[in-house]
DNA sequence: GCCGTTTTCGGCCCGACTGTTTTCAGTCG
């Protein structure tokens, strides 16, 4: 069931873009999409906050940046009566299926207004079938090229999933980094966009290239196999379909001088909202920034003048200029990263333990064996065998009895091997009550207990806060993994009051995991900065059922670098005898 | 609609590209 949070972002979107349809001041638009923004990231249950208290919700909500006075008293009426007057009086004028009109790349406010009043287009179906009138083409600024695009668009949008996981994306990335990089005269070349911000999923691919050679550059990318259709290749900026992998996705290329990469780089990286609080500040010091660099003064255009930017080959010159640190792409969100020194955010080669994973005992594919060589492989000093409880017939959870021969296995294969610790633990079902899958008495003899949430995905805010409280109470659980248990762009998951949840946590000494799988990156990005905010543990664990799987890692550390993790307060980054010990600890107690 | 080391009113980031137009509006990122 969908949280207070998102439904309410979800109808601000909605009056951002009515407003846009109906020609409303532009600005308004932009305030309730930036409102929209600020709720879904919020981890505090505003439904909650308002039944408190109206008036601390009120003063809590206008504190936080983008919503103002009526905004929150929208949100307070909304959780108070159920609706929001603004919003069914927009809605009564717009019709719906005019949202997923403006969802195609190409339309715009402006076009689709047009199409709704002189038209009666009020659908995508609707536009489909007008797609060869005449009197489409003729609409103000329309004509024969744009309806071909947007025949186009409409079908590339009818194959292809809105965003792209990041899983997916990446790699994909990667490969055509790699590819463009290798040729002759390639100075500087980088994906850049959202897949630099480590985000879940990715809109479309950027690069961002210094070479000597730009046409050559150009021409194997345009002309790359994977294309299969071009949008635009101009000068300096190339944008194309490509489907490869079973992927469909829309890249763009940025040539510029190796002079000015650092702007390109950073300018293309955004995010928009980064990149507008930089210029806003810029502005505030006399300067200006755009993507050929930070300038002295205001005039437009400042680079065809001739001039000098004060910085623009590299990101750190540029952000130093503006009295700023350099901050890690994953960080430019504009959550507040210019207010803060940037921590030292987490890297892969940080992660020592991986302290979720699945052998043949359950639905694994690696024998303990196999799972310690993984894990040496990799340099880890820790594994953990953690197979499912018996409520997942599905994925073969150990019985009782089955666990107590299981953890005579591992001990035994400890045992046998050197530089690797394998812990004996296990994933237990946190059941929808809340209660474990287990007995106190077998949970004892665990090192490790990862509590986790499979079934019963679709219970209220409140019953899955109880849930999750209740097992986090639990005196022999270490690690709650995948909190909510949501899909990326599948399945929303449970959406208790996370804030509770974190406080529990931090109480407890209990870990919240980021399952590292790009399908789950559960605790997600706002969810990690909240926990750390409560002063709460970390677990990134790839849920490992694969030798393969152990790759995933890279996503669930961009993950939790987007929320501000530090090496510290990362259980899996610790040293063996630091994190024995607080295993043990919880089990003694 | 939001916001304020000039401001409680009057602003609100910046440039590229396309397809429409005969100089630019719309869209995008």
């Known amino acids: 069931m969908a949280s207070t ?20 001041n532009p600005f308004r638009a932009v305030s309730n999409n930036r409102v929209a923004r600020e709720l879904r990231d919020l981890t505090e249950d505003v439904g909650a906050l308002v039944a408190e208290d109206p008036e601390t919700a009120v003063a809590r909500l206008t504190a936080l940046p983008g919503i103002g006075k009526g905004s929150a008293q929208k949100i307070v009426e909304y959780v108070q009566t159920g609706g929001i007057d603004e919003h069914r009086k927009l809605m009564a004028k717009v019709p719906r299926g005019l949202f997923e009109v403006l969802e195609i790349p190409g339309i715009g406010p402006k076009a689709a207004k047009a199409m709704w009043e002189q038209l009666g287009i009020e659908s995508v179906a ?104 071009v949008l635009a290749h101009g000068d300096t900026k190339c944008s194309v379909r490509l489907e490869s992998e079973g992927v469909a996705i829309q890249a763009d290329l940025r040539l510029v001088p190796e002079a000015v990469y ?16 930089l210029r ?53 969100e504009d959550r507040g990263e210019l207010d803060r020194p940037p921590p030292r955010l987490i890297e892969v080669g940080d992660v020592k333990a991986e302290l979720h994973a699945h052998t043949t005992a359950s639905d694994g594919r690696m024998s303990i064996a196999e799972l310690a060589a993984c894990a040496r492989e990799r340099g880890f000093h820790t594994v953990a065998v953690t197979d499912h409880s018996p409520s997942q017939v599905i994925a073969n959870g150990l019985s009782p009895e089955r666990l107590l021969d299981h953890l005579a296995a591992v001990r035994a294969a400890n045992d046998e091997v050197r530089d690797v610790t394998i812990l004996a633990g296990s994933e237990v079902d946190v059941l929808p009550d809340g209660r474990l899958d287990y007995d106190d008495e077998l949970l004892r003899r665990l090192d490790l207990v990862v509590a986790s949430p499979h079934a019963a995905l679709r219970q209220s805010p409140a019953e899955a806060t109880a849930r999750l409280l209740k097992a986090i109470a639990h005196p022999r659980v270490h690690v709650i993994g995948h909190p909510t248990g949501r899909i990326v762009g599948r399945r929303e998951g449970l959406a208790p009051d996370m804030a509770a949840l974190f406080a529990a946590a931090a109480e407890h000494d209990v870990a919240l995991e980021v399952n ?57 980054a610790w040293p063996a005898e630091k994190l024995h010990a607080w295993l043990a600890a919880k089990r003694d107690a």
């Open 5 to 24: 949070n998102q439904e309410l972002a979800r109808i601000f979107s909605e009056m951002a873009a009515a407003l846009e349809l109906t020609g409303a």
């Open 126 to 229: 609707d536009l489909k079938a007008r797609l060869d009138d005449p009197a489409l083409a003729a609409l103000p600024r329309m004509g024969k090229k744009t309806v071909e695009n947007i025949r186009r668009a409409i079908l590339f949008s009818e194959k292809t999933a809105a965003r792209v996981p990041l899983g997916k994306a990446l790699p994909l990335a990667i490969a055509l980094r790699d590819e463009l990089a290798a040729l002759p005269g390639v100075r500087r070349l980088e994906y850049a966009g959202s897949l630099r911000r480590g985000c879940e999923t990715i809109g479309d691919l950027d690069f961002v290239a210094a070479c000597d050679d730009p046409e050559g550059v150009r021409r194997r990318f345009t002309e790359h196999p994977s294309v299969t259709q």
């Open 262 to 277: 650092g702007a390109a780089l950073l300018y293309f990286t955004g995010s928009k909202e980064h990149n507008v609080r």
């Open 280 to 332: 806003e500040r810029a502005i505030k010091r006399g300067l200006r920034l755009n993507e050929y660099g930070l300038f002295r003064g205001s005039e437009e255009r400042p680079q065809e003048q001739g001039k000098k930017p004060l910085a623009a080959a590299t990101e750190e010159e540029i952000y130093a200029a503006l009295d700023l640190p350099w901050i890690p792409p994953e960080l430019r």
């Open 516 to 572: 590292a799988n790009w399908l789950r990156l559960d605790l997600r990005d706002v969810h990690v900065r909240g926990a750390l905010d409560h002063g709460c543990k970390i677990a990134i664990d790839t849920d490992a059922h694969r030798p393969e799987h152990f790759d995933l890692l890279i996503y669930g550390v961009l993950t939790a670098r987007r929320g501000g993790l530090e090496a510290a307060s990362c259980i899996n």
